[in-house]
Structure formats: structure tokens, C-alpha cells
């Protein structure tokens, strides 16, 4: 709590002046235990996850299913022929008291917790989340998927999520966030840490839809080891203020990453999105793919880095950032940022910024 304390709000970015950390709840308990069977789940609780359709999606397309309420998991279960290969799919918690040895190996490994401002806060009080392993040589062939809910006003949510794929693995990780709209704001500050084994393959896909009430700062980053794929889909449609920057930490050599941002700023909303590909490994290559639409008066930026470390040698990386612009009222930014100390590499970089006119609409 420290680090956070004595850090500054970050001002490079978006305006979240707004944000007030003494408002909010940091903790609210949903029921008393997380369920393996969806009956277990109270009524009032289960309303609200089947009109987001999670018992019958589970039945149908997923290898598993998380489902966090406020602060705490309130449900979880995985596919028994999963179970009996050694997945490991549990809610952070349990993950902690069941799998002590190897949570405490990769946990805070690939964020430290003085990594920035909110990930130290998050260190401090997290809550919920979803502690995943997949042994070696299994694929997991369904997505396992997580879903985020805040239902009461003034709160905070600060989830912890640990993903590990061991050598030769695949897995697909899905989340979803959503929330009702209230007059306060909530606050949600997530962390996601991933460890991608020798040529394991994983993709992360998020679709954030938070109310216009929420900010959302979350830090997202995985360590890429020899051979290895980190893919990340990231699609924020919701929330009032969105700061995410998925990234990749290439460090063994072949290592591959790519990102897939997606971002739509309303009436209201910023969103400020895009990605980091850290190499330092040589023969490493990455992509970095950016879409945006801004309306309403909406503002949408794309923010990257891609930086290239000493003794990483013949890295290729590319970036592209296409922003759409609907009215006069809106507007898109390009922050990119590229940091080079080795010369045997190839980047590429491209942006455009368009308008629909007149003529095109009708």
C-alpha cells in the first residue's frame, strides 16, 4: 500500500482528476462460499448471470466457467475431462489455499507490486479472480471464461488473475465485465499476470462493457519464454475511462506476441487503449494491430510502446492504428513510442485517421 500511496496519479494519460480512492468500497461480499454447482448460487445473484446467458453458454460452448460478484467469485466449475489431464481452474483464492507452491512461484513474478500506481493497489486489496495451469502438452480445446460484475454503486473491484501454460500447452481465456449505470462512480483495477512456458500457445480475450460510470485501470502483462505465443484480443466498448495497455515481455528467443485492440468512445467516455512489446530475446517478433471509432464527443487514443533491448537481434515487429472519426465533436490521438538500441531489426509502423462523410452515409 505504500507504493501507492506515495505515488502520484498518472497525468500522461487519460483525465481521471474524478477519481476519488477515499469515495469507494474496497470490499463487498457477495454470499459466503463460491459454489462448484450452479444451484448453489443465491437467486438474486443467478438473475443476473442468466440473462447474460452463463449457464447455458457453459452447457454448450466452454470448457469452464467463472463468475465474479462484487468483490468475490461466486462460482466456478471446469469440465471433468479437463480436471482429470491436471487443469487447474480455480478462483484466486482457492488457488492460493490449494496450490500453495506453485501460486507462490509465479505470483507478483511477471507484475511486481511496485509496478505502477493502481497495480500496487491492487497488490494491497485484491479480491476474486481466476488462478489458471495447464500442464504440459495439454490443449485445452474450449475457452475457459470469467465474468466480472459490479452490481452497487461506489465500489471498487480489484480482481487478481493468474495464468500459467507449461511447455507445449494451449489455452484461450475469456473475460467479460459489465455493470449497471449509477449517478457515483466504481472503480475497477485489475491485474493479469500470464506465463507462457516453452512453446506454449495462449490467448486472452476481454470484452469490457462497464456502465459509463466506471473507471477502468487495469494492468495486463505476459512473460513470453522460448517458442512461445501470447495473443491478446482486447475489445472496451463500456466504462467512462479506460487505461489498458496489454503487453508481452518477449524473453526467450522465437518468442511471438500479438495484440488486437479494439476501442469505441461515446458520448462521455475516453478510451485510452493499445499495447507494449518488450523484446528481449533475439528472433522474436510481434504485432501490434489498433481499431477505433470515436462518437458523440467521445475521445478514443491509441498508446504504445514497442521497445527492442540490447542482444535482441533480427526482431521483427510491426504496428498499425486506424482510427475512425464520426462528427466534429470527436476526437482520436496516436501516442506511439519505439525504443531501439539494437540495429539487426525491422519495425514498421502505420496510422491513418479517416472521417465518414456526407456522401458515404447516404
Given amino acids: ?18 477519481l476519488k480512492l477515499d469515495d469507494i468500497y474496497y470490499y463487498v461480499r457477495p454470499m459466503d462460499d463460491a459454489g462448484k454447482n450452479w444451484e448453489d448460487v443465491p437467486d438474486s445473484i443467478k438473475k443476473t448471470f442468466d440473462r447474460l446467458g452463463i449457464p447455458e453458454a457453459e452447457r454448450k460452448f466452454l470448457a469452464g466457467v467463472g463468475a465474479q460478484y462484487e468483490s468475490e467469485m461466486v462460482y466456478h466449475s471446469i469440465q471433468e475431462h479437463l ?28 507484475i511486481p507490486i511496485e509496478d505502477n500506481k493502481f497495480a500496487a493497489l491492487n497488490s494491497a486489496v485484491w479480491s476474486g479472480g481466476s488462478f489458471v495451469y495447464v500442464p504440459k502438452g495439454v490443449k485445452v480445446d474450449l475457452p475457459l471464461q470469467a465474468y466480472f460484475r459490479l452490481n452497487i454503486a461506489n465500489i471498487g473491484q ?8 507449461d511447455e507445449g500447452s494451449q489455452v484461450h481465456y475469456v473475460e467479460g465485465c459489465t455493470a449497471p449505470q449509477y449517478t457515483t462512480d466504481s472503480f475497477h483495477s485489475g491485474v493479469i499476470e500470464i506465463v507462457v512456458k516453452k ?29 512461445g505465443s501470447m495473443e491478446w484480443v482486447d475489445a472496451n ?41 518488450i523484446h528481449f530475446a533475439p528472433n522474436t517478433s510481434s504485432k501490434i494491430t489498433s481499431k477505433s471509432i ?19 537481434t533480427n526482431v521483427r515487429s510491426n504496428a498499425v492504428c486506424d482510427a475512425l472519426i464520426l ?23 502505420e496510422a491513418s485517421v479517416s472521417k465518414v462523410g456526407e456522401e458515404q452515409l447516404f
Wanted: proline share 4%.
Fill in 1 to 18: 500500500l505504500a507504493h501507492c500511496v506515495k505515488r502520484p496519479m498518472p497525468n500522461w494519460g487519460a483525465d481521471i482528476s474524478g
Fill in 83 to 110: 480436471e482429470k489431464q491436471g487443469v487447474i481452474f480455480l478462483s484466486i483464492e482457492e488457488g492460493l489455499r490449494q496450490h500453495p507452491d506453485l501460486f507462490r512461484e509465479y505470483f507478483g513474478t511477471v
Fill in 158 to 165: 480489484f480482481e487478481r488473475s493468474l495464468i500459467i501454460a
Fill in 199 to 227: 512453446g506454449a500457445r495462449v490467448r486472452y480475450s476481454t470484452i469490457q462493457n462497464w456502465s459509463t460510470n466506471v473507471y477502468n485501470l487495469v494492468t495486463q502483462r505476459a512473460m513470453v519464454h522460448e517458442g
Fill in 237 to 277: 466498448l463500456g466504462s467512462k475511462v479506460t487505461m489498458k495497455y496489454p503487453s508481452c515481455y518477449l524473453m526467450g528467443e522465437g518468442a511471438r506476441g500479438e495484440i488486437l485492440s479494439m476501442a469505441f468512445a461515446g458520448p462521455g467516455q475516453t478510451q485510452d487503449a493499445g499495447g507494449k512489446m
Fill in 294 to 312: 470515436s462518437r458523440g464527443g467521445g475521445r478514443a487514443s491509441y498508446r504504445g510502446l514497442v521497445k527492442v533491448h540490447k542482444g535482441a
Fill in 327 to 349: 462528427d466534429p465533436q470527436s476526437r482520436s490521438d496516436t501516442y506511439p513510442y519505439i525504443e531501439i538500441d539494437e540495429e539487426d531489426v525491422t519495425i514498421g509502423h
